[in-house]
């Protein structure tokens, strides 16, 4: 048995925010997801801190669409001020993610137990997540089910760039490294040049040591480690056995 999942994701828009728009308080999505926001996905679908989910690669299955809004958002100080935020419109993705196990908890050592993980993780996938999906930002309401990587879109069409050798999205960023995750005492950035061919996006590995990834310093960060399996995280086996797996 190994730890791959594959499902689609979809809703009726995203906000895939370019870091580089956030300056002047308005946001402009990125043309694809990131690959942080697509693991956010996946750990709103299942996560426990016994593992780390890794994206393979997205398959963009419809047209890249965007439309701006006038919004109101909250100030620091009180009050309201305006804004235009730039959203994709009518998305959808397929994925394919693997998890493995966070070799930096050893207090979750015990936990590691690939057979009930990747139950529950199925079973919540069919349930439409355990938490709620966002595509991006808490305005934009998602939705995940099951399906085979490289099936047709839920109309039934093939992906709109399928037949698209190449395209190019310029330097976009990937995600954060946290120390939890990596074993540093440091929050860092990665960047990449992100590319789509024939309509599927390979991110990367966060471990890429072939250059493909560009990381930034951040700031020092100790690392935040709450939970002991059955003190506050329930042992996977008691989660499967309530759930009947």
Not at 32 to 53: D, Q, R
Not at 144 to 164: L, M, N, T
Request: glycine fraction near 8%; aromatic fraction near 14%; proline fraction near 5%.
């Amino acid at each position: 048995m190994n730890s791959t999942i594959t499902f689609r994701v979809w809703g009726r828009q995203a906000l895939f925010t370019d870091p580089v728009t956030k300056i002047g308080g308005e946001k402009f999505s990125y043309q694809v997801p990131t690959y942080e926001a697509i693991k956010g996905i996946l750990k709103s679908i299942y996560w426990k801190p016994t593992l780390i989910w890794h994206i393979d690669k997205i398959r963009v299955m419809k047209p890249i669409r965007t439309q701006s809004k006038s919004t109101k958002p909250l100030d620091w100080n009180g009050g309201n001020t305006l804004a235009i935020y730039t959203f994709l419109q009518d998305v959808e993705y397929q994925v394919q993610a693997h998890f493995t196990w966070n070799e930096y908890w050893d207090e979750l050592k015990n936990d590691r137990n690939l057979g009930k993980h990747m139950a529950i993780a199925e079973r919540m996938l069919e349930r439409g997540g355990r938490q709620d999906i966002f595509l991006g930002t808490r305005d934009c309401q998602g939705y995940v089910e099951p399906c085979e990587f490289g099936s047709p879109s839920r109309d039934g069409k093939a992906g709109f760039y399928d037949d698209i050798d190449n395209l190019d999205f310029g330097l976009m960023f990937h995600s954060f490294g946290y120390p939890e995750e990596t074993g540093k005492h440091e929050l860092i950035s990665r960047f990449w040049q992100a590319n789509m061919q024939y309509g599927v996006i390979e991110f990367p590995s966060v471990n890429d040591n072939t250059g493909r990834l560009k990381t930034r310093f951040i700031r020092n960060m100790q690392p935040e480690k709450p939970f002991k399996r059955g003190e506050n995280v329930k042992p996977v086996e008691d989660e499967a056995k309530e759930l009947g797996l």
